[in-house]
């Protein structure tokens, strides 16, 4: 059955008119559901009709920072971007600007996030205002933002909202199709309360129609699910991670916010960081996070880092966060100083809070902290 579906879906691909018939695949799908639920190969396909083909990747963010001369670009998709590359240029007041790019993790990978130190000549602090341009891939893609005299940065950022971000891959189809494809699923459901390719279909049916409308109900729906489908709760909880994620930032968009509260969540996995790249103070108190990942060095913004109450062990990979002020990990699981080495390379740190870890049981522990992170002025053991 499956190579039939493939079939299909490949003809498809030759023949974009047939589309005109989708109504009918669907119909097919519907009733292959209904026949055996518990036919995985159904519901790939029904996933596949509605969904939608990734678009070439955009510049969606830009964001430049007068007090260390910084750029920062942010795409829709990962891209590959050179040191010297060709294919992402800068202009200064129309000038080309002759920059080195980098990732902010310093691995250089193709990523969502590129950024340069731009030239000295390129600022002027008595000037009324520098106009930054920033074009990709020949001019397919490009954004512009103004400093104006007195403003530490300036930025131009697209909506999430608007350009539908969140919205899952079945979003190719009018609403009145998801809708009545999510009440077929829910129809089958009642049949198969326990059919988990059902019950996952339904969440992403929801996510497309409208994440935020749906939101307790496909929080409600993430339970039913992993009952039914145990051996997979981790990936599970690292969906349900993605998608509350997800909702915040379009609720942060939304209040026109710089500060966001994912604490209390059940986050076991933390994603989409190159969306708070504007952020200066972020909660993540009491979910379940085992690692801040090499990522957050996307937020070039954050002053505030909350993150009580996780399972914390290490710091270790963390690139520098180059505003960060106060960092709180009060109630986590390191153990030794070591792991707290990394915090050294942040310029800007001057609080840091670690009551109630392990390490804190360990006799002159201040002292070590003090010679291991000696620009660190205030430690909290």
């Known amino acids: 059955m499956l190579a039939v579906w ?12 047939w589309f005109a018939d989708r109504g009918q695949e669907l119909e ?41 001369a910084s750029l920062v670009v942010a795409f829709s998709h990962p891209v590959a971007v050179a040191p010297a590359s060709h294919d992402l240029i800068v ?12 990732t902010p993790d310093g691995r250089n990978r193709p990523g969502l996030m590129w950024l340069c130190e731009l030239p000295s000549t390129a600022l002027n602090d008595h ?4 106009t930054f341009r920033v074009l990709w891939d020949e001019g397919q893609s490009q954004k512009e933002c103004v400093l104006f005299k007195g403003h530490k940065d300036c930025w131009s950022q697209d909506s999430v909202t608007e350009e539908q971000v969140f919205r899952c891959e079945l979003s190719v189809e009018k609403s009145t199709v998801l809708q009545s494809e999510l009440e077929s699923c829910k129809e089958l459901q009642a049949l198969e ?13 929801m996510r497309a129609l409208d994440p935020l409308v749906y939101e307790r109900e496909t929080l409600s729906y993430f339970e039913t699910l992993k009952a039914a489908d145990p051996m997979r709760s981790a990936y599970l909880d690292d969906l349900r991670s993605k998608f509350l994620i997800e909702n915040s930032i379009l609720k942060m968009e939304y209040a026109e916010a710089r500060v966001v509260d994912l604490s209390q969540r059940g986050l076991t996995i933390l994603c989409h960081l190159e969306h708070l790249l504007l952020v200066t103070h972020l909660n993540l108190s009491d979910n379940l996070l085992c690692c801040l990942p090499p990522s ?28 960060l002020e106060e960092l709180s990990l009060c109630n986590n699981r390191i153990r030794r100083p070591s792991d707290l080495r990394t915090l050294a390379s942040f310029p800007k740190l001057a609080h840091l809070n670690l009551q109630g870890n392990p390490l804190c049981q360990i006799p002159g522990v201040q002292s070590q902290l003090a010679a291991l992170l000696p620009n660190v002025p205030t430690i909290l053991t």
Request: with cysteine.
């Open 6 to 17: 493939l079939h299909e879906s490949n003809l498809y691909r030759i023949q974009p008119a």
């Open 28 to 68: 097919l799908v519907q009733n292959a559901f209904f026949t055996d639920p518990n036919d995985q190969s159904a519901w790939f396909y029904h996933r596949w009709l509605l969904g939608r083909a990734d678009p070439e990747p955009t510049i969606r963010c830009l964001y430049v920072n007068r007090e260390d």
């Open 91 to 102: 202009f200064g007041d129309e000038s080309p600007l002759v920059v080195r790019w980098r």
């Open 127 to 130: 000037w009324p205002q520098h």
């Open 193 to 205: 309360p326990e059919n988990k390719w059902c019950l996952l279909t339904i969440i992403l049916l």
């Open 296 to 323: 957050l060095a996307m937020m070039r913004c954050l002053e505030v880092l909350e993150a009580d109450e996780n399972r914390i062990e290490t710091l270790e990979g963390l690139p520098p966060l180059p505003r």
